[in-house]
């Protein structure tokens, strides 16, 4: 028995220490439009918290937390002394994901979780179902815009930093822009920047990244568009802003649960055509489908990975940077899914008016304050993938010529020739350019005190 013991007791001290656990916390946020309780946002933590160091990170267009999920589990087993924390921001309170981490449990089937959430549109008789939000109630969500959520993660960061933690901030696609606007920021007097250690932008930025700067008039335009078209992004066009969040999140937790079923999807009269295979698929056929960028709608370029092709048996067969389960695990994961079914207009119409990171008349007239740029001094990380044709790199350097980041410590990396944009977030490690190139610019960034 004395051997056993000594056995037991040198497999634990040989296998180290366990990892930490993953945990969803609230963070209190800034007071915002509409109701109190919606003054709240969501970080899921990622490491240890004995560390002194936090990478936080901020999803991009109708992305959630979960985008990171397995970057962040890799990258703090490679950087000692790092957190990673991945921000939801307030919209995602108005989730119902219930039934989907039901059947993420095995407590209900991968048939009554789709019929709930998307079944009854066609079937009436389904009871009880999904109950979509009333835009009407949700007016208030019209100025859920660039300068509140700015805010909001600045509670965030405080938080960090009221626990002796020094915070680097990044993001991806608009995540990235976020982290330059953050950066370049007037929080009251206090530039942004000075609450920071460094900068990490995952396929993008501002500068020209995505866009050109919208001219006051374009953007009341877009503004005054929100009283017909509502707060929320209607990104599939189905009249159901909440729709491409559940549609990805179902095909996840399909394929997760039943890879090799007929696709539950396929004849669904609301999927639309261009993402319905043209052989009878199976349920990783259809997933791989939607989202390769070889088949996949090229209008939706923001949801495209580089992951292999359709079989002739309509299964889906592996073959490129990202495994077609690695990204199903991304979208089908509760309680922080990858998907921001409630995305707020008025966000994307303000990061883009704040294009310029310039004091200008349209962020006065907005309330927007990026005023700092030119005194941003801390190392920057910028990854580019195929979808802006190089013009997130180009934002980068325009960033860094006006301003005071330091070029030697600083880190450009063009994966354009191998990724696409959600590959970054998805890739298997040892094909991740994302993290093979973040992970030494992180353990360069050593911590100091707050």
Same mark, same amino acid.
């Given at each position: 028995m004395r051997s056993g013991l000594i056995g037991l007791v040198l497999a634990v001290l040989l296998a180290g220490p366990a990892p930490a656990a993953e945990t969803v916390t609230t963070i209190p946020a800034a007071h915002g439009p509409g109701? &109190?309780? %919606?003054? +709240?946002?969501?970080?899921?933590k990622f *490491?240890?918290? &004995?560390? +002194?160091?936090?990478?936080? /990170?901020?999803?991009?267009? %109708? *992305?959630?937390a979960g985008d990171f999920t397995l970057d962040a589990r890799a990258i703090v087993r490679r950087v000692p002394g /790092?957190?990673?924390?991945?921000?939801? +921001? +307030? &919209?995602?309170?108005?989730?119902?994901?219930a039934r989907f981490a039901d059947a993420l449990a095995g407590r209900i089937s991968v048939q009554q979780a789709f019929d709930y959430y998307l079944g009854w549109l066609s079937d009436p008789s389904i009871q009880p179902h999904f109950q979509p939000l009333d835009p009407s109630r949700f007016a208030f969500a019209k100025r859920w815009g660039l300068s509140m959520?700015?805010?909001d993660v600045r509670r965030v960061v405080q938080s960090a930093r009221r626990q002796g933690k020094r915070v680097i901030l990044g993001g991806h696609s608009l995540g990235a822009s976020m982290t330059v606007a953050y950066a370049s920021w007037d929080f009251n007097g206090r530039p942004g920047y000075k609450d920071l250690d460094?900068?990490? /932008? $995952?396929? *993008?930025?501002?500068l020209g990244s995505f866009s050109s700067t919208p001219d006051l008039a374009a953007t009341h335009k877009a503004i005054k568009a929100l009283d017909t078209a509502g707060p929320f992004v209607d990104l599939l066009g189905l009249g159901l802003p909440w729709a491409a969040g559940v549609f990805s999140e179902a095909g996840a937790l399909a394929l997760l649960k039943e890879p090799t079923a007929p696709a539950i999807a396929q004849s669904f009269p609301l999927l639309p055509a261009p993402f319905k295979p043209p052989v009878p698929a199976t349920n990783r056929g259809l997933f791989g489908y939607a989202f390769d960028a070889s088949t996949s709608p090229a209008a939706l370029a923001l949801i495209h990975v580089r992951a292999g092709a359709l079989g002739p048996d309509g299964d889906w067969?592996? *073959?490129?940077?990202?495994? $077609?389960e690695r990204l199903a695990q991304t979208f089908g994961q509760e309680p922080a899914n990858a998907s921001e079914w409630y995305f707020p207009a008025r966000l994307s119409i303000d990061v883009d008016a704040a294009n310029a990171l310039t004091r200008n008349a349209q962020t006065d007239r907005l309330g927007l304050r990026p005023w700092h740029r030119r005194a941003v001094d801390l190392p920057l990380y910028a990854l580019q993938t195929d979808l802006t044709h190089g013009h997130v790199l180009r934002g980068a350097k325009r960033f860094i010529a006006g301003s005071k980041v330091p070029r030697g410590r600083s880190v450009l990396v063009d994966a354009s020739a191998t990724e696409s944009h959600l590959d970054p977030l998805t890739a298997a490690p040892d094909r991740n350019r994302f993290l093979q190139t973040v992970v030494p610019f992180l353990r360069e960034l050593a911590p100091s005190a707050p």
């Open positions: 109701p &109190s309780k %919606y003054d +709240r946002v969501f970080v899921t *490491g240890p918290k &004995s560390a +002194r160091r936090v990478l936080l /990170l901020m999803p991009g267009f %109708y *992305g959630g /790092l957190q990673v924390w991945a921000l939801d +921001r +307030r &919209s995602q309170a108005l989730e119902d994901t959520t700015l805010q460094g900068l990490v /932008l $995952i396929d *993008g930025g501002l067969v592996d *073959g490129e940077v990202t495994p $077609i």
